[in-house]
């Protein structure tokens, strides 16, 4: 099997040539950056495929940042689209981390470069400041993830913002200091700010992937068009309300009303003592019982089209308590629901004594609506859970897929000695349950690795 390096490109070069676009840009995508490289100087004929897997997806930042995107310095980005503009229109990713207002050797070297309208020749210019030469340079961009490090001079100074990337009013309160039209799905990656989407008309997907992350939604209109909301259950949302909120379920609350066409939320669970049980009591959070169902019964108040749900963990290595999750009641509740990716423990309890609800009927558990069904983290009582579900199959008569990750198998679980992957996978090809799901309709896949054919 020929190994697709910069060596061998000269030999193999016309067998690419001859791939389907489709295939031919899967594989180019799967290369690393300096293979492509070559293959733009010695497969011409392939070459606008190569240079779109090149610059879809880009990356301003460290690597080990902002994960597998095409990294490149500042410096280089910016030559590369001066001498060929073209390529801008490319780009439909870019991720960008900022160090707040502190030249880089990048930001330095780039004073002899010229940048109609933005960036003047003879001066050093700040990394934010390039970051919107950047923006204002790349049409096309679809997807925006932001990294900065920091937006205050101090712990206990006023705001100052980066540079020309943003503005900030009287309330501090930040925006991009353009509109950008394009961008239908932001990572907001930043400090704890007040950051308005004002300057994202048209922002259809939010996550906000770091932990503490305050948000402001001064005005419903900047939230109402987006359609996929990601965030962790510790994110603190700050709202312009006057009136007293007692915690941050309730802000979460305000915030989830807004968002008016909401069809997917992405939840990580950070904040652990809201959701397990301690000593044989619910630990309360501010007043309000702690677990699931106060999550999924605020869902179906403030988003009762919700058709994609997912509640997941934040690090797989802090998952010692999963046993000592409070299984959801309401997510029936949810009548429009369509996919759900939950723990297991999280729907049917877990192995410690006085968790499980495997005998809760299915109409108790699941709504009729629900067609997908994802499991993470499964036990022993994922078989109990199934068999339940073969026998009560017209309570959920949608349904017609359920996925099980393997590789969340065994993890500060009782099986953990089997593995991860293998041991479940042991244990279901011993079971008849797959083959009774089959005869019900109910189509089953085991994902993670290590799996056999």
């Not at 948000?215 to 965030?231: K, P, Q, V």
């Not at 369509?338 to 004594?353: N, T």
Request: proline share 5%.
């Amino acid at each position: 099997m020929t190994e697709f390096t910069a060596t061998v490109l000269p030999e193999i070069k016309t067998k690419l040539e001859h791939l389907p676009n489709e295939l031919l840009l899967q594989i180019m995508d799967c290369l690393p950056t300096s293979t492509l490289k070559v293959a733009v100087v010695v497969c011409k004929a392939i070459r606008t495929i190569v240079e779109e897997s090149l610059y879809k997806h880009v990356s301003i930042a460290p690597s080990q940042l902002l994960g597998s995107q095409r990294s490149y310095s500042t410096l280089l980005f910016l030559k590369t689209l001066l001498a060929r503009p073209d390529l801008a229109g490319i780009v439909k990713s870019l991720a960008m981390w900022i160090e707040d207002d502190r030249a880089t050797e990048d930001v330095t070297t780039i004073a002899g470069l010229m940048i109609p309208g933005s960036v003047s020749v003879g001066i050093s210019y700040s990394a934010a400041e390039l970051a919107v030469t950047v923006l204002s340079i790349l049409p096309a961009v679809e997807r925006l993830q932001l990294d900065v490090t920091s937006l205050r001079s101090n712990d206990t100074g006023p705001l100052r913002p980066a540079a020309s990337l943003f503005t900030a009013s009287h309330q501090h309160e930040i925006k991009l200091v353009s509109t950008f039209t394009n961008v239908r799905s932001l990572v907001w990656a930043g400090p704890e700010v007040s950051f308005s989407l004002a300057s994202l008309p048209n922002l259809e997907s939010l996550t906000l992937p770091k932990h503490s992350m305050f948000f402001r939604s001064a005005e419903h209109h900047e939230i109402s068009n987006i359609t996929t909301l990601s965030l962790k259950t510790d994110t603190r949302i700050l709202l312009p309300a006057t009136q007293p909120i007692s915690n941050k379920i309730q802000y979460l609350s305000v915030f989830l009303e807004g968002c008016l066409f909401l069809k997917k939320l992405v939840i990580a669970i950070n904040d652990v003592p809201m959701f397990v049980r301690t000593s044989g009591h619910l630990r309360a959070h501010r007043g309000r019982q702690g677990h699931i169902d106060t999550l999924i019964e605020l869902l179906a108040e403030s988003i009762p089209a919700l058709e994609d749900l997912e509640i997941v963990l934040d690090q797989e290595e802090n998952n010692w308590w999963l046993d000592h999750i409070i299984p959801v009641t309401v997510l029936k509740d949810l009548a429009r629901l369509k996919s759900v990716k939950i723990p297991q423990q999280g729907l049917v309890g877990g192995d410690q004594p006085g968790t499980s609800i495997v005998a809760t009927s299915i109409s108790e558990l699941l709504p009729e609506s629900l067609e997908r069904l994802e499991l993470l983290y499964p036990s022993e009582n994922v078989f109990e859970f199934f068999d339940r579900l073969i026998q009560e199959r017209h309570d959920c008569p949608k349904l017609d897929q359920v996925v099980i990750h393997c590789a969340t198998f065994g993890r500060g679980l009782p099986f953990r000695q089997l593995g991860d992957g293998i041991g479940m996978q042991k244990l279901w090809e011993t079971n008849l349950v797959s083959k009774q799901l089959r005869e019900v309709g109910i189509e089953t896949e085991l994902r993670g690795p290590m799996m056999h054919a």
